[in-house]
């Protein structure tokens, strides 16, 4: 994790071409959500990647982009221990993450990035 002025960056697994190397048939995508819920102040953006096998479902590796205040720490520690797990990206649907207007959303940007894999990975089932 760095941080450069009031940007976080965090990154955890492995990217796309190390996964093809490793012999996994991976999908990425990018997808951008809010740290908290938009109509309390403050909000602000969170760009994530997320990569995961396409065969198996299985979290490979996860980038994020944040402000300061945008909790990258925790958001990337939750998914460096779904990884050590071995967790599918369906899975990070299933968790249950701290939720209250000013600090986070009902679906978390994890979740609102996993449910945009699927529909990249898995569109007849997302």
Do not use: C, N
């Amino acid at each position: 994790m760095v941080k450069v002025f009031d940007l976080v960056s965090a990154a955890t697994g492995i990217r796309d071409g190390e996964a093809a190397e490793a012999g996994f048939a991976p999908v990425t995508v990018q997808a951008t959500a809010d740290d908290h819920k938009s109509y309390y102040p403050g909000a602000t953006s969170i760009d994530l990647r997320l990569t995961g096998d396409r065969t198996t479902g299985r979290l490979l590796g996860a980038q994020l982009v944040g402000s300061r205040g945008a909790e990258i720490a925790k958001r990337i520690d939750v998914l460096a221990t779904g990884i050590h797990h071995g967790i599918t990206v369906r899975e990070i649907l299933d968790l249950d993450l701290a939720y209250t207007p000013p600090l986070g959303s009902p679906w978390d940007a994890l979740q609102r990035a996993a449910h945009h894999w699927l529909e990249i990975a898995f569109p007849w089932s997302a």
